[in-house]
């Protein structure tokens, strides 16, 4: 998985991931605030772009935040120490094999990854099994199908489409956030709840056209490029073309909209 991992471990990846976290602090994590001494496991860290958010929401809250890449967790560390945070450790780990005793944690919280895992239920399930009974576990994830924007564009849709499909190539899913209500439920969690998070951006809101639309997702795409001609699942000058129309949305007639899904469960 960890050299499958779509989006790759390069450093304009690493800053993406800060402009997306930066971006949707807000909508993503206003409602999540773990109390005082309670213990938290966060499932793949990456370079830490959530966990300084989840850090300072939740002050009192003792973060052990792992990640299957030791480059990212390094990364993740600086950026903790830099923003100043101490209630977070670090720590290699792979959500497989997950290095703590059953029961272990009060709270789970898991953003982005589960779309690039093979076996996402099973992840939940290794995910469960160290929560304490009465214990919940937040997840965050994006869904590519549920992109839209004007003025529409194939080519932008075929831009799209390649990121699916290399996700899927690589074994995980782009349109995984409309499957976290089934998935919890049969990894055992009760009391699920989804919560859509949709973003839109139009010239009124500079920054999110900015931050989401250019620098989040387009960027994302754009950052396949090298992947998906090379997977021969496009040509050069489509993928582009693509990428063109997906900025072109950003222009002050433009809008776009794409819905992130968040969901708690209860052990
Ligand atoms: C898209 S990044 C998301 C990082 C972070 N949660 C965020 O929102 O910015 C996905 C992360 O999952 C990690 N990952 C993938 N498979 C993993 C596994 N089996 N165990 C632990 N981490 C894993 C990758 O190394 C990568 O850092």
Redesign the pocket.
């Known amino acids: 998985?960890?050299q499958e991992?779509v989006?790759g471990?390069e450093p304009n990846e690493a800053v993406r991931?800060?402009d997306?976290?930066d971006t949707l602090v807000e909508l993503l994590h206003s409602d999540t605030h773990f109390s005082e001494g309670c213990t938290v496991l966060?499932?793949?860290?990456?370079?830490?772009?959530?966990?300084i958010t989840l850090a300072r929401n939740s002050s009192g809250a003792k973060i052990t935040s792992?990640?299957?890449?030791a480059s990212?967790l390094e990364q993740a560390e600086s950026h903790a120490r830099a923003a100043g945070i101490d209630n977070v450790t670090f720590q290699q780990?792979?959500?497989?094999s997950l290095p703590f005793q059953p029961d272990s944690f009060d709270h789970v919280f898991?953003?982005?990854?589960l779309?690039?895992?093979p076996r996402p239920a099973d992840?939940l399930a290794n995910l469960r099994a160290v929560l304490r009974p009465g214990g919940t576990i937040t997840v965050?994830e994006g869904d590519h199908g549920s992109t839209y924007f004007h003025p529409e564009n194939e080519a932008a849709d075929a831009a799209i489409q390649c990121q699916v499909e290399l996700q899927r190539m690589a074994g995980g899913n782009a349109h995984i956030g409309r499957q976290l209500y089934p998935l919890l439920s049969q990894s055992g969690f009760d009391s699920v709840r989804v919560s859509p998070r949709m973003v839109y951006a139009d010239a009124s809101k500079p920054d999110l056209v900015d931050g989401f639309t250019k620098k989040t997702f387009t960027a994302m795409i754009e950052g396949t490029r090298g992947s998906a001609l090379e997977a021969g699942i496009i040509e050069p000058a489509a993928f582009d073309d693509g990428v063109q129309a997906l900025y072109r949305t950003a222009e002050p007639d433009g809008t776009f909209c794409y819905t992130f899904f968040k969901a708690v469960g209860k052990k």
């Open positions: 998985m960890n991992y989006h471990y991931l800060q997306q976290a966060e499932a793949g860290c990456g370079v830490g772009a959530q966990t792992v990640d299957i890449s990212s780990a792979d959500i497989f898991i953003c982005f990854v779309e690039h895992l992840a965050i």
